[in-house]
Structures are given as structure tokens and as C-alpha cells.
């Protein structure tokens, strides 16, 4: 984010665009909304890497939690000691991986929703941005009073 406050960077922008002395242009205004749609860039981004990286935590925590219902309903089918088990523990089984499947859509859910929060704050941002630029545009283009 350090470069897109570098000064240099958008003076050196501003002295090209001065030498062409365009009458109702201001240079610096328009430089000055450029440097934010850079700055809405980056917080768009940064924003939406730091909500893709709560989904892929969310993910492997969901990913470890069905693995270690998966082996205590193997654990429960096969008992203590190795042999299959009877009718009523593999009914008990049966409702156990039933539960098991309603949680996994229930995590699924999350998933998209937490998937549909960053894309919507993400664009948020940008969006809020581009109306800022319009009434900025509208603005510059005023004519002098």
C-alpha cells in the first residue's frame, strides 16, 4: 500500500500534465482523484485477501472437523474389537452419518455466504469510489464562476 502514497510518483504525473496548461483542467484534482481510486483499489484488495483467507480457514477447520466425525463413526461401526457391529448400532450409524451430512451442508452454506460477504464488501468499495469520481468529474467539468 506504501507505493500507492509514494508523492514522487503522482508529482512526477503532475509537472507532465502542467506543461499543457489546459484551461478549466485542473491537474492536481485530477491527480488527487486518481491517487484515491488507487487507494480504493488496495483497500478492495486487501479487503478481499483477508476475507479469502478466513474462508480457507474456515474450509480446513470444516475439512478436520468431518474427518474426525468420519473416524468416530468408523470407530462406532467396527466397536472395540474390530468385528462389524450389530443392526441397532449400524441404525444409530445410519442417523449418526445423517447428522454428519446436515452439518457438511450447513458448513456449505457458511461457505457461500462467507464467499458472497467479501465479494459484496469488496465491491462495496469500488463501487462507493466510482461514485465518487462521477461527482468529482462533474465537478472539474463545472465551469468557472
Do not use: C, W
Given at each position: 500500500?506504501?507505493?500507492t502514497?509514494?508523492?514522487?510518483?503522482?508529482?512526477?504525473?503532475?509537472?507532465?500534465?502542467?506543461?499543457?496548461?489546459?484551461p478549466?483542467f485542473?491537474?492536481?484534482?485530477?491527480l488527487?482523484?486518481?491517487?484515491?481510486?488507487f487507494e480504493?483499489?488496495?483497500t478492495?484488495?486487501?479487503?478481499?485477501?483477508?476475507g479469502?483467507?478466513?474462508?480457507?480457514?474456515?474450509?480446513?477447520?470444516?475439512l478436520?472437523?468431518?474427518?474426525?466425525?468420519l473416524?468416530?463413526?468408523?470407530?462406532?461401526?467396527?466397536?472395540?474389537?474390530?468385528?462389524?457391529?450389530?443392526?441397532?448400532?449400524?441404525?444409530?450409524?445410519?442417523?449418526?452419518?445423517?447428522?454428519?451430512w446436515?452439518?457438511?451442508?450447513?458448513?456449505?452454506?457458511?461457505?457461500?455466504?462467507?464467499?458472497y460477504?467479501?465479494?459484496?464488501?469488496?465491491?462495496?468499495?469500488?463501487?462507493?469510489?466510482?461514485?465518487?469520481?462521477v461527482?468529482?468529474?462533474?465537478?472539474?467539468?463545472r465551469p468557472?464562476?
Open positions: 500500500m506504501e507505493a502514497q509514494n508523492p514522487s510518483f503522482f508529482a512526477e504525473y503532475l509537472k507532465l500534465f502542467k506543461q499543457f496548461k489546459l478549466a485542473d491537474a492536481s484534482a485530477m488527487e482523484s486518481r491517487r484515491k481510486d480504493a483499489l488496495a478492495a484488495n486487501t479487503m478481499a485477501l483477508s479469502l483467507q478466513a474462508l480457507g480457514l474456515k474450509q480446513s477447520e470444516m478436520g472437523a468431518a474427518i474426525t466425525r473416524q468416530s463413526l468408523v470407530a462406532q461401526q467396527n466397536g472395540a474389537t474390530g468385528k462389524p457391529a450389530s443392526a441397532a448400532a449400524a441404525g444409530e450409524a445410519t442417523q449418526q452419518a445423517s447428522k454428519a446436515q452439518k457438511a451442508l450447513a458448513d456449505v452454506r457458511e461457505l457461500a455466504e462467507t464467499a460477504r467479501i465479494h459484496t464488501d469488496s465491491n462495496a468499495v469500488i463501487t462507493r469510489r466510482v461514485a465518487e469520481n461527482e468529482e468529474l462533474k465537478a472539474m467539468l468557472a464562476r
